[in-house]
């Protein structure tokens, strides 16, 4: 896989690595340096923590450096192994250069990209089945029945791809030790559904009605205000006053039809293939502080 380089580089991820950089005097004098350089190497520790010994000891002790390295490579041969590497891949675990001084270096390399396959398609397993989720939804809720068609049609169209994804990702995982394995990306195969826009389609739709109902509320919020300032002025017989809100009311009323029309205007596009958004027109401009 072309992305298998940035899971492998020269560094390590801190939980690999075993104590700190930064040793202590009474350690630098009693390591036993071929002895930590084992332990490193079962653990896949990265080729830097070696200079960070001797920046740590330098003036205490000199750092057995062959015995590290020989130590290092006998612990890489624990830790390079294809189970393991294969293991890592799965859980896109990021190594180090650890196995370039294993004699198992080129299978550790080929089965991590193995394992790494089964990661990226359970990736794509989890998409596949947010967008049937989606589709399952939007196919029932959604009133436009061209609409609705496209979904289902996604939907089946996704249902078939999840059922070779995790077929894929089955054998992958029952052979990955036997053989040669074609490894397959599937990220472009989400793309292919039939209609990939009817899901944005019927997201925007569903967010228009999201928004629109806000807006609406809104209004209406500011209508019954309307009315309830209109009772208070007839009490008290304020005419003046109760001109004033009667205007108030009717730009509310005003506002709410415009949200109304541009919601209609915006479903008509939208059921027709338009991928735009609704943007409801405020209403507060009638809003003005009544004294």
Known sequence: MKRIA????????????????????????????????????????????????????HKVVAVDQNGYMRGRREGAEVYCTNENAFSLGTQNTSVSDICSVSSNANNFNKYYKR?????????????????????????VSMD????????RANQNYLSNLRYDVENYVNYVEEHAYNG??????????????????????????????????ESRREAERYMDDARHCMKEANRKDDGEKYNRCHDKYNCWKDRA??????YEGFLYEAERGSTSSYYPRHVRSCSTHIR
Request: proline content about 2%.
């Open 144 to 151: 436009s029945r061209r609409l609705r068609e496209q979904l």
């Open 115 to 139: 394992g790494h396959a089964v990661y990226s398609a359970r990736e794509y397993l989890a998409k596949i089945d947010e967008y049937i989720n989606v589709c399952s939804e939007y196919s």
């Open 180 to 213: 040669g394995i074609t490894l397959r990306d599937y990220s472009s195969e989400i793309n292919r559904m039939p209609y990939p826009d009817a899901i944005k389609i019927a997201n925007n739709i569903a967010e228009g009605e999201r928004k629109y109902e």
């Open 257 to 262: 039809h415009e949200l109304h029309r541009a």
């Open 6 to 57: 940035k899971f492998i580089f020269a560094g390590v991820m801190s939980a690999m690595v075993t104590g700190c950089a930064v040793m202590s005097e009474e350690e630098c004098r009693s390591t036993n340096w071929y002895e930590r350089g084992y332990a490193d190497g079962t653990k896949g520790v990265g080729s830097h923590m070696l200079r960070e010994y001797i920046d740590a000891c």
